[in-house]
């Protein structure tokens, strides 16, 4: 039941929304104002927030105005005026993302900073909502208490986007097989996308009778109703623990944004109706019929709180704008290498744990990659209390290569377990996991698999400590099968060497192991740094040498491994060769460097003296070494099994020309092309020959 005191507090959250909306443009009209997306109109989310606790995590839809306000008054110390006007100035002082963009979000209320437009941060609603409860079973710490409910709030537009479909299916098919999924999903529609007309209807016909969902609606315009819906929405998933979906209706003023003529594509009529269900107007009407204001008191009530706002952007105007792309870039990806080398080869237990696996696994003997992969998750499960494994498949299967055989028979269900056929929702797991205290190590079945989803990545997991200046992180080490080369199986959704998307994303680590004892330490690295600095991480392992044992002669056992000392790391961005030779340095990574060190061999038998260098990580790229080993022999051939146009090799030579080096370079790729099925993949892809031949070639040039 909504109370006075209550009632009042949102009717002032929602005056400070409203004022604050009028500010922006204001401040944008005096050349100091550069985010005007409005939430007037939406402003009975406030209602919202007096029905949930301010220790509730929320993750909020980008007109959630009206409900910042009325959290932050809910928490003592915390001014959203103040807040909010200084993301408007794109103010260094701003206290969550520094500057760097608009957002509502804050620590200390439990609001976790989205950009989203397209509800791209549901994956990682659903992540928080599962990861809350899977951390009090693991005895994890986690920032909210094991009665919390995830909040989600996203507009009408967004709700048919595909992100938002699928994380919605997500979590009704998770909450169908009877898993705890305390996730409130609250739709403000306001009937138009930008300009677009969100059909009469749809959004009820849509998600009104979805199994293991439970649809409440109410007219969001409406104080008393839109709290009470949401007080009976917030008491079932607390309860329950089971998603339900709250539909708001509301009206859009302001048009979507501050450049947005209205009147171009909405008809007089329509803004005419609009105005009539103002949500301010109906609070203040409801507070003078329950007795707590006279109309004369509302109307100054209003002003007084807009002479406060005003007065707080004339402030804004002079705030401190950032300076310098080292201040923009500081929260971006934190490297503490030292801590990282520290965390990555300490521990006793983790010691143990790990030659007692090789031992009963492989009775000592050298290792395939396939093998040191999983041993090294079963080391690093006994390491780190918090890390779960997951994926399509990697439970009882063990993973469609066997890389996580027995790891769920070993750990539990808790810690490894399989997922839907979703990767965006594997990946907003992960995103919503690392939130809650968890260090998800999620798994990504094919690389292909990943462009579907890899906005996860790029648009939420590497942008949110940078839009939260560090005061939220996502750890997660992302496992992926990628490459070609893959005999007898193949085609371009398991042979893929397209990895350009990732490459170009600010501060994510890509790590490419190719030999075993490397893909142990290096996964050891990748698992510390997430730990130690919040890292987000993709891993990538070659397919085609999972089980390869040989490297020149059938049964030489020349790609098998000795599993690596408990102290055995890589720093990110370091290098690994192979050879002394003087005449050439090839450098490669992935399925490149077997077939590399099989070139050399021969090269070396026509009187070449070759070095093979490893590149390793793909992100940080070892520039250091690269330049070192290139400058040994003056000459140097890259060797890229990914594409001509935007793979890695053109990083490599604009490394070694940005560091100066001077001396004779050229590159081999596979084709700008799509992976055909069978024994056509081999005109599209990188070869022996076609190495051979380059590096003969470039002695010859001089």
Known sequence: MLDGTTLLAIFDAQAESRHLDFAARWMQRHGGGYYTISSAGHEGNAALAAALRPNDPALLHYRSGGFYCARARQVPGVDPVRDVLLGVAASADEPIAGGRHKVFGRAELSIVPQTSTIASHLPRALGVALGIGRAAKLGVACPWPRDAITLASFGDASASHSTAVGAINAACHTAYQGIPVPLLLVCEDNGIGISVPTPPGWVAASFGARPGLRYLAADGCDPVAAYDAAARAVALVRSRRQPAFLHLSVVRFLGHAGSDAEAAYRAPADLAAGL???????????????????????????????????????????????????????????????????????????????????????????????????????????????????????GRKGGVYGVTKGLQRRFGPARVFDTLLDEQSILGVALGGGLTGLLPVPEIQYLAYLHNAEDQIRGEAATQQFFSAGQFRNPMVV????????????????????????????????????????????????????????????????????????????????????????????????????????????????????????????????????????????????????????????????????????????????????????????????????????????????????????????MQAG
């Open 276 to 394: 009539t269900r103002d949500p301010l107007v109906a609070t203040a009407a409801a507070l003078v019929r329950s007795g707590l204001l006279t109309p004369d008191e509302a109307v100054a009530r209003y002003d007084a709180i807009g002479e406060r706002v005003r007065a707080a952007a004339e402030r804004a105007l002079s705030s401190r704008p950032l300076a310098s792309a080292a201040e923009v870039m500081a929260p971006l990806a934190p490297r503490h290498p030292g801590r990282v080398a520290e965390r990555a080869t300490d521990g006793a237990a983790r010691a143990a744990a790990a030659h007692s696996q090789h031992r009963a696994a492989t009775a000592g003997d050298p290792v395939t990659l396939a093998q040191a992969v999983n041993l090294a998750l079963g080391e690093l499960l006994d390491t780190y209390p918090n890390m779960c494994v997951f994926g399509e498949d990697v």
């Open 479 to 698: 496992r992926v099968a990628g490459y070609a080369y893959q005999k007898g199986f193949g085609g371009h959704f398991h042979n893929d060497n397209a990895i350009g998307a990732l490459r170009d994303i600010p501060g994510l680590v890509i790590a490419s192991p190719a030999r075993p004892d490397d893909a142990a330490a290096m996964l050891r690295t990748c698992l510390a740094a997430a730990a130690e600095d919040g890292s987000v991480c993709v891993f990538l392992e070659p397919i085609a040498l999972y089980h390869t044992r040989d490297l020149h002669d059938d049964g030489d056992g020349g790609w098998l491994a000795a599993y690596p000392a408990p102290d055995a790391h890589v720093p990110p961005g370091r290098a690994r060769s192979y050879g002394d030779g003087t005449d050439l340095t090839m450098v490669t990574f992935g399925n490149g460097l077997r077939m590399s060190l099989r070139v050399a061999r021969r090269l070396a038998a026509r009187g070449i003296g070759a070095r093979v260098v490893d590149l390793r990580w793909l992100a940080p790229l070892p520039a250091d070494d690269l330049l070192r080993e290139a400058r040994l022999t003056g000459r140097v051939l890259v060797v890229d099994e990914t594409r001509r146009t935007g793979g890695v090799s053109e990083g490599v030579v604009t490394a070694l020309t940005d560091a100066g080096y001077a001396g004779q370079i050229t590159r081999v790729t596979s084709e700008d092309s799509f992976i055909p099925l069978g024994p056509a993949a081999n005109a599209v892809l990188l070869d022996e020959p076609t190495i051979e031949k380059a590096a003969v070639g470039l």
